[in-house]
């Protein structure tokens, strides 16, 4: 026979999990409608706002690119040569081999037929040795950082080091930039002077191609792990930020595309060495400015500012969701003391509490309600209405604004076939039901190893080539701007 202490602690569970269920449903809901709303009313207005602003009166602010790079022999020349033609007035790529095993700085070395040149004897933050710097006769707007393996942390910080310009944009090595996602991006610093960082909505690439001048030619990918990423993205990612930059509370700028005022990341001395360095400098970006009551703005922009791969192996989606996990609950930990503190304004009273309950609390209560519920439906203390009333809380809500975000997807990118909707429809269906089971327990699993500092690598696929094309308006613009 159950004992009573035990039946007690399965109702309870089993209450918290329903109340749980109920919150996380609603706000993903609100944050959803809300991002249907911003994208379908504003936004299309403010683009267009912002470009004939900047066509008439040629204002912007020159842009520092940083893209570290370990063992990426496979992305890193296709996304080095789609920065170098970006089409923006003035800005340098900085390229920073971390210390790779493969031929990363090989291939480098022989596509831009790279020399060396004098490394700067004065450090602003902190980083492992730097071996050689060098630059390339046909681009002199690239730098190529060689240096000892510090982690991507480390790496950034050396590129901050090696930067010209007051603003700095931080990519991944297989990111291709959409042409004027610089131009958008940095034109926020301009109208607003609160923005301390800004980002945008990042594209899952898999099973599209890019052309001679890094257009992508949009596909569908084969796989159902691929496909459903793209639709976790925009419920996910899109939506959420989109309201939290709404309410200035926004605490993510991705690591694959992100720009950030360069004195200000400077003053708190730079990434932090942690797996999760972009929530981390964000959030202590926010704490600095509320601790010496300086005005500040984290932005996004609910549209595709660029590309990347998306994991496409069951092994390389549980690292990065494992990763993801660990570095939002090592980076909560370092900041807790703004944690319900009315000091530090929003963030202290609602972001951050939301992602310690929703974000990190959630994967736990998830497993510890469904087991509670298994164990009292054979034990006869629920009936199947109550059944019926989780799976509808979970999986049919769940289905419901996997359909959503599905219509976000539509409106900002290009148009699909009714044939392809259909398939990324059953997939919305499928997801709740493996997907997002499977993941969570991932999370579960990072929430009790947190202490793990393994970054975890992740497959690469090789991005389609493209030639180089030196002549390019972009390149001019840039070399005139270094000669200034």
Not at 34 to 62: C, E, G, I, W
Not at 146 to 164: F, T, Y
Not at 252 to 263: E, Y
Not at 269 to 282: C, M, N, P, Q, S
Request: charged content about 20%; overall charge positive; aromatic content about 14%.
């Amino acid at each position: 026979m159950i004992s009573h202490h035990l039946i007690a602690s399965l109702l309870l569970f089993q209450f918290v999990y329903l109340i749980n269920l109920v919150l996380t449903n609603i706000t993903s809901t609100l944050f959803v409608f809300y991002s249907l709303f911003d994208v379908s009313k504003n936004y299309f207005t403010k683009r267009t706002a912002l470009l004939k602003s900047v066509a008439k009166n040629r204002v912007y602010l020159p842009v520092s690119i940083l893209m570290p790079a370990y063992n990426e022999e496979l992305t890193v020349i296709n996304s080095a040569k789609s920065l170098l033609n970006i089409d923006f007035e003035e800005y340098e790529v900085i390229v920073i081999n971390d210390g790779s095993k493969d031929n990363t700085f090989k291939k480098l070395q022989e596509a831009f037929e790279l020399y060396p040149v004098a490394a700067p004897s004065e450090l602003l933050l902190k980083h492992a040795a730097i071996r050689q710097v060098y630059r390339s006769p046909h681009y002199k707007n690239l730098t190529v950082i060689d240096k000892e393996n510090g982690g991507k942390a480390d790496a950034l910080n050396a590129g901050i080091n090696l930067s010209r310009y007051p603003l700095f944009c931080s990519i991944d090595a297989d990111t291709i930039l959409e042409q004027d996602s610089l131009l958008r991006t940095s034109l926020l610093f301009i109208q607003d002077e609160r923005v301390i960082a800004a980002g945008g909505h990042i594209g899952i690439s898999n099973g599209s191609s890019f052309d001679k001048n890094h257009k992508i030619h949009l596909g569908l990918p084969s796989r159902f792990i691929e496909r459903i990423q793209i639709i976790e993205y925009a419920r996910g990612f899109l939506a959420g930020r989109t309201f939290w930059s709404a309410i200035n509370g926004l605490l993510i700028v991705s690591g694959a595309f992100g720009i950030f005022r360069k004195d200000l990341v400077v003053k708190i001395g730079g990434y932090r060495h942690t797996i999760g360095e972009d929530f981390d400098l964000v959030i202590r970006m926010r704490r600095y400015c509320y601790d010496y009551k300086i005005p500040h703005k984290v932005s996004f922009i609910p549209e595709i500012m660029c590309w990347t791969q998306a994991p496409t192996d069951s092994n390389s989606l549980f690292k990065q969701r494992n990763r993801w996990q660990r570095g939002l609950i090592e980076s909560l930990f370092y900041n807790k003391k703004m944690i319900l503190n009315p000091r530090y304004g929003i963030t202290g009273l609602i972001t951050l509490p939301y992602y310690l309950f929703v974000e990190i609390f959630n994967p736990l209560i998830a497993f510890m309600g469904a087991i509670s519920i298994l164990l009292l439906y054979l034990a006869g203390f629920i009936n199947q209405n109550t059944i019926l009333l989780f799976f509808i809380l979970e999986f049919v809500w769940g289905m419901a604004l996997n359909i959503f975000a599905l219509w976000l997807i539509i409106f900002i990118r290009e148009s699909y076939s009714f044939k392809i909707i259909l398939r990324f429809t059953l997939d919305c269906m499928l997801e709740p039901f493996g997907y997002k089971p499977v993941t969570k327990m991932e999370q579960l699993i990072a929430t009790f190893t947190f202490l793990n500092r393994e970054w975890g690598e992740i497959q690469r696929h090789k991005i389609e080539e493209a030639p180089l094309n030196p002549s390019v308006s972009t390149v001019v613009a840039a070399n005139k701007a270094s000669n200034k």
